[in-house]
């Protein structure tokens, strides 16, 4: 069915993204928001909003009841649940449709199978996708977690089935270590999640971690080619480019082959994310899970490719067929994101949300600033640090960066700490400009620039 309004059941930079993108298809928009925010930027630019609660997000963003009645009272016909909150919620999306809307993402069906990261692993495994070494699907008792640790060894990481952000994860030097972090990891998993199975994998100790973008209509799937997510703090992505710097052309073409048969044994729908980590020493890489649901990271993409993604997911959630061959689809240049988010980096990153008193949004040629910062607007403490995400692109990865430096220095936003300041002294690091990076890269260097990150702080960013 072809949409005529659609309800964003999300905040933030994301929001204000989709009713871009859906304006841009002459489709009318319904912004849900907390009473916390009231001021956002995305609901005055929304053509309807709806109060749908408190600030605590179980009793607004995640409350779905109230999210389908804002959608009723106002006659939207379909709902898109951004990233986060409700995104990867086989439930919701099973009630949105029960209701009679168009659920703008994958099936409640395909969230259950790729949503939950010991079920997705073997329907990789099935699909011919190589895994890491680790447990066939969840573990059910120890006597089972003792047995696959003996027969993979250590170190291994204990991981979540469910949700995602990095939470839920351990990794265990020695089968001592490892019964207690099996413990820590599932109670965290339940408390973050309300599910508290495990899975565990071997670990890769200079991994990658390499993603792929998929686009399917539920018949045939693409891909947009793939992004490096490997600059992490606390397995949480702060600095993501595309195409990856230093992946060999062969590993490239058999990454990206992988996803698109995956994303076609599912009979995926949308637009989705497969997740690999990438060995430089063996040259293999390895799956390890598929986020079902739009990329915090998804610029780099569109900057490289010059394909509008969040458009193509409610086309597609509208009833229409991929609009794009695999063939259409060409990357070029290079292009960077980063996350600045309320946070002080020189102070172990404690978030600090306030009134923006002056912004500045840097500009010129290939330059992006996806945000939901206006002058005057108080960031609410009671949601994600995110305040927004510089993307830049150029013709060379070098070009990207220098332009990036000069994106930063024009950024400017007063009246809170952000973490603009690590980006400028990480866009200088040699080992970033070389690409020599991986997942436990970035803390080693966190500690040692400690020092140089406090003398940088000034009174504000």
Same mark, same amino acid.
């Given at each position: 069915?072809?949409?005529?309004?659609?309800?964003?059941?999300?905040?933030?930079?994301?929001a204000?993204?989709?009713?871009?993108?859906?304006?841009?298809?002459?489709?009318?928009?319904?912004?849900? $928001?907390?009473?916390?925010?009231?001021?956002?930027?995305?609901?005055?630019?929304?053509?309807?909003?709806?109060?749908?609660?408190? /600030?605590?997000?179980?009793?607004? $963003?995640?409350?779905?009841?109230?999210?389908?009645?804002?959608?009723?009272?106002?006659?939207?016909?379909?709902?898109?649940?951004? $990233?986060?909150?409700?995104a990867?919620?086989?439930?919701?999306?099973?009630?949105?449709?029960?209701?009679?809307?168009?659920?703008?993402?994958?099936?409640?069906?395909?969230?259950?199978?790729?949503?939950?990261?010991?079920?997705?692993?073997?329907?990789?495994?099935?699909?011919?996708? /190589?895994?890491?070494?680790?447990s066939?699907?969840?573990?059910?008792? @120890?006597?089972? =977690?003792?047995?696959?640790?003996?027969?993979?060894?250590? /170190?291994?990481?204990?991981?979540?089935?469910?949700?995602?952000?990095?939470?839920?994860i351990?990794?265990?030097?020695?089968?001592?270590?490892?019964?207690?972090?099996?413990?820590?990891?599932?109670? #965290?998993?339940?408390?973050?999640?309300?599910?508290?199975?495990?899975?565990?994998?071997?670990?890769?100790?200079?991994?990658?971690?390499?993603?792929?973008?998929?686009?399917?209509d539920?018949?045939?799937?693409?891909?947009?080619?793939?992004? &490096?997510?490997?600059?992490?703090?606390?397995? !949480?992505?702060?600095?993501?480019?595309? @195409?990856?710097?230093?992946? @060999? =052309?062969?590993?490239? &073409?058999?990454?990206?082959?992988?996803?698109?048969?995956?994303?076609?044994?599912?009979?995926?729908?949308?637009?989705? *994310?497969?997740?690999?980590?990438?060995?430089?020493?063996?040259?293999?890489?390895?799956?390890? #899970?598929?986020?079902?649901r739009?990329?915090?990271?998804? @610029?780099?993409?569109? +900057?490289? *490719?010059?394909?509008?993604?969040?458009?193509?997911?409610?086309?597609?959630?509208?009833?229409?067929?991929?609009?794009?061959? !695999?063939?259409?689809?060409?990357?070029?240049?290079?292009?960077?994101?980063?996350?600045?988010?309320?946070?002080?980096?020189?102070?172990?990153?404690? /978030?600090?949300?306030?009134?923006? %008193?002056?912004?500045?949004?840097?500009?010129?040629?290939?330059?992006?600033?996806? *945000? +939901?910062?206006?002058?005057?607007y %108080?960031?609410?403490?009671? $949601?994600?640090?995110?305040?927004?995400?510089?993307?830049?692109?150029?013709?060379?990865?070098?070009? =990207?960066? &220098?332009?990036?430096?000069?994106?930063?220095?024009?950024?400017?936003?007063?009246?809170?700490? %952000?973490?603009?300041?690590?980006?400028?002294?990480?866009?200088?690091?040699?080992?970033v400009?070389?690409?020599n990076?991986?997942?436990r890269?970035?803390?080693p260097?966190?500690?040692?620039?400690?020092?140089?990150?406090?003398? !940088?702080?000034?009174?504000?960013?």
């Open positions: 069915m072809a949409i005529r309004k659609l309800l964003v059941a999300n905040r933030g930079e994301i204000v993204r989709i009713i871009r993108a859906a304006r841009e298809l002459g489709i009318a928009t319904v912004q849900v $928001y907390s009473a916390a925010d009231k001021d956002m930027l995305a609901v005055k630019m929304a053509d309807e909003a709806v109060n749908i609660g408190p /600030p605590h997000a179980a009793k607004s $963003y995640l409350n779905i009841e109230a999210i389908l009645k804002a959608a009723a009272d106002t006659g939207a016909d379909a709902i898109h649940p951004g $990233y986060g909150f409700l990867e919620n086989a439930g919701f999306a099973d009630a949105v449709e029960a209701a009679g809307l168009v659920f703008v993402g994958p099936t409640g069906d395909q969230i259950r199978t790729m949503g939950d990261k010991a079920m997705a692993r073997m329907a990789a495994i099935a699909a011919g996708v /190589p895994c890491v070494p680790g066939d699907g969840r573990i059910d008792s @120890p006597e089972e =977690a003792r047995a696959v640790a003996a027969r993979i060894g250590f /170190p291994l990481m204990i991981k979540a089935a469910a949700g995602g952000g990095g939470r839920g351990r990794i265990a030097a020695d089968p001592e270590e490892f019964e207690t972090l099996m413990a820590q990891a599932s109670a #965290e998993a339940k408390a973050a999640f309300g599910d508290g199975g495990l899975y565990v994998e071997k670990v890769i100790e200079r991994a990658r971690h390499i993603e792929v973008q998929v686009l399917a539920g018949e045939d799937a693409i891909h947009c080619y793939e992004r &490096e997510c490997s600059l992490q703090r606390r397995r !949480q992505k702060v600095w993501e480019e595309a @195409p990856a710097a230093t992946l @060999p =052309a062969s590993v490239r &073409e058999r990454l990206c082959a992988s996803a698109v048969a995956l994303a076609r044994a599912v009979k995926y729908r949308g637009a989705g *994310t497969i997740e690999y980590l990438y060995d430089d020493a063996s040259g293999e890489f390895y799956f390890i #899970e598929m986020n079902t739009i990329q915090v990271e998804h @610029p780099v993409t569109e +900057m490289i *490719t010059g394909i509008d993604l969040v458009r193509e997911m409610i086309r597609i959630a509208g009833g229409a067929r991929l609009a794009y061959r !695999q063939s259409d689809v060409v990357a070029k240049g290079a292009a960077i994101e980063v996350r600045i988010n309320a946070e002080d980096p020189a102070k172990s990153f404690q /978030p600090g949300p306030g009134m923006i %008193t002056a912004l500045t949004v840097p500009g010129g040629a290939g330059t992006r600033f996806d *945000t +939901m910062l206006y002058q005057g %108080t960031v609410p403490p009671f $949601y994600d640090s995110l305040l927004g995400k510089l993307i830049v692109w150029d013709e060379t990865r070098h070009g =990207a960066i &220098e332009r990036l430096k000069r994106a930063l220095g024009e950024l400017e936003v007063k009246g809170l700490k %952000t973490t603009k300041p690590l980006f400028a002294r990480l866009a200088d690091d040699p080992d400009r070389a690409g990076v991986h997942t890269w970035l803390e260097w966190l500690e040692h620039h400690q020092q140089e990150l406090q003398e !940088q702080e000034g009174t504000g960013s």
